[in-house]
């Protein structure tokens, strides 16, 4: 069953990330080989580079394959949704070492209508002759991982079992997971854009299963992706309201209650001058 479309170089419009101040959403270090976007097309990998990185770190919401490409530095992708382009392979180069690939993807989809499909692998090996593979992705919610490693065969595992690494504080995958979560909060205040957050908060909860530390906000995510779900149900007879994040409002109440309470004493004090100067007059009176 296709995914629905959506024009991701509008959604994701430099103007409107830039309004949206999501934390980890446009990391672009070629150096280092660190991409963290919401949506990246391959072919911006490797603008302004003579050679490739040691490795890449690719994490993005979207990532659209538009260009058929060689792989020759250890690749570790973590996409959402990868959008292939007609007639893509991706070629795995390991005739001079074992180069690795790690794959995790919620969907993989044509470009052109968001039909489900496979990316197809080509590994070149040492040997003669090269393997022909591929990686899909049809088991939401659940998160499959297809990795190349330093056997000659590949290995699929749940993302489950993913190296807790990834998810160490600082590293492109933690950024990642806050931005997505953050991201999918917003958008599913938007009645057409309800569906898309409800994957993304299944994306974050996938991952989340990684490792003890992100359990907790796994937690958050699969219990709003079910909440929207149960409003989708209900289509148009529910106005939903999103929480208030209280923090935003701690400040203007701290000073109210500093107020109230300068109030409160200087009401005491004035009472308690009241009282005093009726015991001097009776005092007085007698």
């Known amino acids: 069953m296709p995914t629905k479309q959506h024009e991701w170089s509008k959604l994701y419009a430099p103007e409107q990330i830039n309004s949206w101040r999501l934390p980890g959403s446009a990391i672009v270090n070629r150096d280092e080989g660190a991409f963290s976007k919401l949506f990246l097309r391959w072919s911006d990998l490797s603008k302004g580079q003579n050679e490739p990185p040691e490795e890449y770190v690719i994490c993005a919401d979207v990532l659209y394959i538009d260009v058929a490409p060689t792989v020759q530095s250890n690749t570790y992708i973590f996409a959402r949704r990868i959008e292939v382009g007609p007639n893509i392979n991706l070629t ?11 794959l995790v993807a919620q969907e993989v989809v044509t470009r052109d209508g968001g039909q489900p499909t496979q990316l197809k692998v080509s590994v070149v090996n040492a040997g003669p002759g090269k393997t022909e593979d591929s990686y899909t992705a049809d088991t939401y919610p659940q998160v499959l991982v297809k990795e190349w490693g330093e056997e000659p065969e590949p290995t ?25 979560f953050q991201l999918a909060t917003l ?17 974050v909860a996938a991952l989340s299963s990684a490792a003890e530390d992100t359990h907790p906000i796994g937690g958050e995510a699969r219990a709003m992706a079910a909440y929207f779900q149960s409003i989708n149900a209900q289509k148009d007879n529910v106005f939903l309201v999103p929480d208030l994040d209280h923090s935003v409002y701690r400040e203007s109440a701290q000073a109210l209650l500093q107020l109230l309470e300068r109030t409160r004493r200087k009401q005491d004090a004035l009472e308690a001058s009241a009282a005093n100067r009726k015991n001097w007059l009776r005092c007085f009176s007698r």
Do not use: F
């Open 92 to 102: 795995l180069n390991r005739s001079d070492e074992p180069v690795a690939l790690l």
């Open 156 to 180: 699929s595992y749940g993302v489950g079992k993913l190296d807790e690494g990834y998810m160490l504080e600082g590293e492109s995958l933690r950024l990642h997971l806050r931005c997505i």
């Open 187 to 203: 958008l599913s205040t938007e009645k057409d854009l309800t569906d898309l957050a409800v994957r993304q908060l299944n994306w």
